[in-house]
């Protein structure tokens, strides 16, 4: 346990580089990606909650996703489950569960977990919170930085500086976005560039005064609908506001912010972390078999000489005979296949089915 | 017309490497693979009809399949079909319809045409037949054959020998396998090596000759149920003596040995032939878009920078993301991936699915 920790799980996003295995109505942090047949959502709640009671575990997801969300954790106190009422992106989901939790509680750290994560090492995931909450305590907002492994393209990254002198935290001295190949290599190298895994840990306080000096009209809603739960008028005051709030993530929004004013900390930690982002990616987690073929969901695959590649199925037999690396989804109402190193472009398929009117198969 | 002219359909394999379009119960020649929505059957008979009328078209096929090449042939007179009561290759199928034809007209000149050959230049096709009824007036067995125009290594070969002496017809020195590449490419450059395509025209009595020095049971077995036909007796005896005959294909069965006797001529033609035998094949026959992509039975098909794929499916949305040269099969049962330069191998699934038991899938 650690005192007065309200972990939050942002539960959001259709994660289109996962279509059409994720979809619209049906996200991929409710799949059974996590260990031991535990959906992402269930493996994120369960890697958290030796660190905190369950009574403080707090769950933002679309009110689309609710019901599905309570079903998964069905021992989550109803009034822990925030229900949006649209999509406002991160920073709003984020905002409001530090504002409830610090309306319970006004020394009550919070941190943000995505749910669609996976992290292989969770006593190296336990530590880092641990250390992080530390540092959260002098007031800074932390973020824990994943030691890079690979040159990769699809993260972020943080560029650290000094050490803090608590711990072995450092200061961040900024954000960066996703790197081109050649720039991925140089970070990778260089021993202080961080990939950026979204995951924080402040201060309730510290994370509003963030919110109230950068974006006052977040501040002023999220306070206001924290305390309307509070008072037992949550859900209609959340609706009535809710579509008023600026729509930005938590990274743009306040973390890069404050980190220009040097208000951000960061805990290194090699946790094993993985952002199923695509397709390639959530090869690179499931386990494969001895030809390094991925399965999911699939009963019945004849595999003929091929290798590398990710089926994803819905009860029909696959045939592979000689290819390699393909992802190949056989869905109810879709077929669907690309190369794994074509993984990143899938979004435009789900833009073009967009732009067509395929909304059917969103 | 050719006077006393009887072409002989052999249709019958279900084609193996065509699978998964092509089943057990459902051979590839009934398949709408012809020009104009015509299945191949449908388009071979069409092909022929200038050539004979429609009461001297005789059609070989498998019990199984008898009712639907009468739907398919709705016209055809019922004696003309000849259904076998279990598979004995191609030899017993072409020695019955020259029996038949023989028992019929003892002037009667039959052809065997199979069910599920392309050819794109009729015209040509009916000289190279006019050519070779001339010929084989003489008592030659005589094969059409087609001038090579790439080294393919998926066909078998004729080596031509002297000119006959009647119009264009050669002699034919030997049938030779299907080569391997270079050997493919050595027969290309000899100008005397002829694909052979399986086309055969001949007197019915200059077959049957050979047949009774050859294959004596199989003589007295096809002229015993070719009389019992025209007795009106025929399907009981057909039953009867049917699974005693050897089972052979007409070429190694026949033709070889009237090859080694000088008793074979050949006809040149380019008559733009190919045989449907593997989906890289079929893909090189029907019509692509700009992208080189060909589709079968496809409604809904969205393709991202993706080529040359052959998309075969049956009412879901097929969507290809940066993919080239594959066969995609999307089937009610069966979702089947393989590239085109490994059509060669797909027997080597039916094999497996055989041995697996899978007799569902065959």
Redesign the interface.
């Known amino acids: 346990m650690i005192e007065n920790f309200y972990p939050v799980i942002p539960a959001g996003g259709s994660g289109t580089r996962l279509w ?1 295995l994720s979809r619209k109505g049906r996200p991929k942090f409710l799949f059974p990606l996590g260990e031991a047949e535990r959906s992402l959502l269930q493996a994120t709640a369960r890697r958290l909650l030796p660190l905190a009671d369950l009574d403080r575990l707090l769950v933002v997801t679309g009110a689309a996703h609710a019901d599905a969300v309570r079903e998964q954790l069905p021992d989550l106190p109803r009034a822990n489950l925030l229900a949006e009422p649209s999509p406002r992106d991160s920073g709003p989901a984020i905002a409001l569960a530090a504002a409830v939790a610090h309306s319970r509680d006004p020394d009550a750290i919070t941190g943000s977990f995505a749910a669609d994560h996976v992290v292989a090492d969770v006593p190296a995931f336990h530590a880092a919170i641990r250390a992080a909450a530390e540092v959260a305590g002098s007031g800074l907002l932390v973020t824990i930085g994943v030691t890079p492994t690979r040159p990769e393209t699809g993260y972020g990254y943080i560029k650290t500086g000094e050490p803090l002198g608590i711990g072995a935290a450092l200061a961040v001295d900024r954000f960066v976005e996703k790197p081109d190949r050649e720039t991925a290599r140089s970070y990778l190298a260089s021993g202080d560039h961080l990939w950026n895994a979204g995951m924080f840990i402040w201060r309730a306080d510290a994370l509003l005064a963030e919110v109230r000096r950068q974006l006052p009209d977040l501040y002023a809603g999220v306070t206001a609908i924290a305390a309307a739960y509070a008072g037992g008028d949550g859900t209609r005051i959340h609706e009535q506001l809710w579509p008023t709030l600026p729509r930005v993530s938590i990274d743009v929004g306040i973390v890069e912010g404050a980190a220009a004013r040097g208000r951000v900390g960061c805990v290194p930690g090699d946790v094993g972390w993985t952002d199923i982002g695509d397709w390639d990616t959530l090869g690179s987690v499931l386990p494969a078999d001895d030809t390094g073929t991925v399965t999911l969901d699939v009963d019945d695959l ?1 595999n ?2 091929s290798h590398g590649c990710i089926v994803a ?1 819905s009860g ?8 390699r690396d ?1 992802v ?1 989804f ?10 794994r190193d ?1 993984a990143q ?2 979004g ?2 789900v833009r ?2 967009r732009d ?1 009117g ?1 909304d059917e ?1 969103l």
């Open positions: 059409p004849l003929l000489d199925g029909r037999t696959v045939v592979l005979l000689g290819v393909l190949v056989d869905g109810a109402d879709v077929v669907f296949v690309c190369p074509r472009d899938v435009s398929v073009a089915l067509a395929r198969l």
